[in-house]
């Protein structure tokens, strides 16, 4: 139990396009979900964290209209990286809780590359 | 504010034997939750083992344990028998009870399993 995917797995787009990732809990009611940037390296940082039907609430410093999060079911929250550039290109995780759970669940992650 | 100290960048140990990974916390909560997690080369974030602060009995997950000791918010992690498939970067992280559900996440420290 508790499984969380991602779509895709990778990704390179070119400089100024969009580009959305896709993160499902497959078989628990994801009432929180939370979105990760990893460099090489270094540890996770949490970019925002998002609440089914509610706006995400984001951390200081990422810009909120450049990384559009979208948490429209509790199985399914959107990642949409708006006008990529290269300074974006890293490795995207999600997570996922349900309701009185504290543990996180998290995905297998996306790289992304903008060329 | 609170913070997860992993005083050891990387560490190496023999298949079979035993290994001891270090993580200390500052927090002025009382209840809290602290995790290992395990990130692999394939970098898929994997549940190793958690902790409830407010109990005092020590969790054990198979070759998985941690030494918490509340008063010195020390949470150390104990990997016995080794195997191969343990080499990975471990992060510690710290979550408090009833609030944000946000993770704290320490830098990891990189084991490495000799065989």
């Known amino acids: 139990g508790a499984v969380v995917s991602q779509h895709p797995s990778w990704v390179i787009c070119k400089s100024g396009t969009s580009v959305k990732i896709e993160c499902r809990s497959l078989d628990f009611q994801a009432t929180t979900m939370f979105w990760y940037r990893q460099f090489p390296k270094q540890s996770l940082m949490l970019m925002a964290t998002s609440n089914e039907g509610s706006k995400a609430t984001y951390e200081q410093g990422v810009e909120k209209d450049k990384f559009l999060i979208n948490h429209a079911s509790l199985t399914l929250s959107t990642l949409t990286v708006t006008s990529a550039h290269p300074e974006d290109s890293s490795f995207y995780i999600c997570?996922?809780?349900?309701?009185?759970?504290?543990?996180?669940?998290f995905g297998p992650g996306t790289r992304l590359l903008v060329l | 504010a609170q913070t997860v100290t992993q005083s050891q960048p990387e560490m190496s140990v023999q298949e079979a034997e035993t290994v001891t990974l270090s993580c200390t916390y500052d927090t002025s909560e009382s209840n809290y939750y602290l995790f290992w997690y395990k990130q692999p080369p394939s970098r898929q974030m994997i549940l190793v083992i958690r902790?409830?602060?407010?109990?005092?009995q020590n969790a054990t997950e198979n070759r998985f344990s941690v030494n918490f000791q509340k008063a010195a918010k020390s949470f150390s992690l104990k990997i016995s028998d080794s195997q191969l498939g343990d080499t990975a970067m471990y992060f510690c992280?710290?979550?408090?009870?009833?609030?944000?559900?946000?993770?704290?996440f320490g830098k990891g420290t990189k084991l490495t399993v000799n065989p």
């Open positions: 997570s996922a809780s349900s309701a009185g759970k504290e543990t996180q669940y």
């Open positions: 992280a710290f979550m408090i009870q009833g609030g944000s559900e946000k993770l704290v």
């Open positions: 902790q409830e602060a407010y109990k005092q």
